[in-house]
């Protein structure tokens, strides 16, 4: 199965649940900005301690490897969970919603795309470029993912809202890696 199929197969897996979903991470820096191959799916998803076991119902298949046991405990700490397809070993990585501003910011945020044979929420630009910032700081320096913001910032940079990115980047702690990341950017146009 292909890592698009896969997706497609999650998502109306979600929809069928219930469970409202946004694509972020890498796929959603290469839908934004430059393709690049990776071998995770992240997904946030709005689900809550009565949502596991329909969750767990909806992706349960012989091909996909998803620890019931795990999904309750991250739901509970609102922690990451992934979910395997075995005969690829591609994987899904579920972020479970958090009350935390910024991610309820980005998740209220997001946009409905048509992508990759399918209607899905993808994360906001801004909040794509804000995230791989984050990613980068925690991973100290991540020069993968400072190319990903780069890349989403250069191709967005006349659509995005620059005082909501100057904002939150500065709440997140990573003003200087925006900073760095404006002084290198060349924008693109379409």
Do not use: C, N
């Not at 799916?41 to 969750?55: C, H, K, Q, S, Y």
């Not at 989403?152 to 005082?163: K, N, P, S, T």
């Amino acid at each position: 199965m292909s890592q698009q199929a896969l997706l497609i197969r999650v998502l109306a897996a979600l929809e069928a649940a219930g469970i409202a979903s946004m694509v972020t991470g890498s796929l959603a820096s290469s839908l934004q900005g430059e393709p690049r191959a990776t071998h995770d799916i992240d997904l946030v998803i709005a689900v809550g301690p009565d949502d596991v076991e329909r969750l767990v119902d909806v992706l349960a298949a012989p091909d996909l490897y998803l620890d019931a046991r795990a999904v309750r405990e991250a739901v509970r700490q609102r922690t990451i969970f992934d979910l395997v397809q075995s005969q690829t070993g591609d994987k899904v990585d579920f972020w479970p919603l958090t009350d935390e501003p910024f991610d309820r910011s980005r998740f209220a945020r997001r946009w409905r795309v048509d992508a990759l044979g399918t209607r899905f929420d993808v994360s906001a630009a801004e909040d794509t470029i804000l995230m791989k910032l984050h990613w980068a700081r925690q991973s100290r320096g991540s020069e993968k993912q400072l190319t990903d913001a780069l890349r989403v910032y250069e191709l967005q940079a006349a659509r995005l809202d620059h005082a909501y990115l100057s904002e939150w980047a500065a709440r997140l702690g990573v003003r200087d890696l925006l900073d760095e990341l404006m002084g290198r950017a060349e924008p693109l146009s379409e």
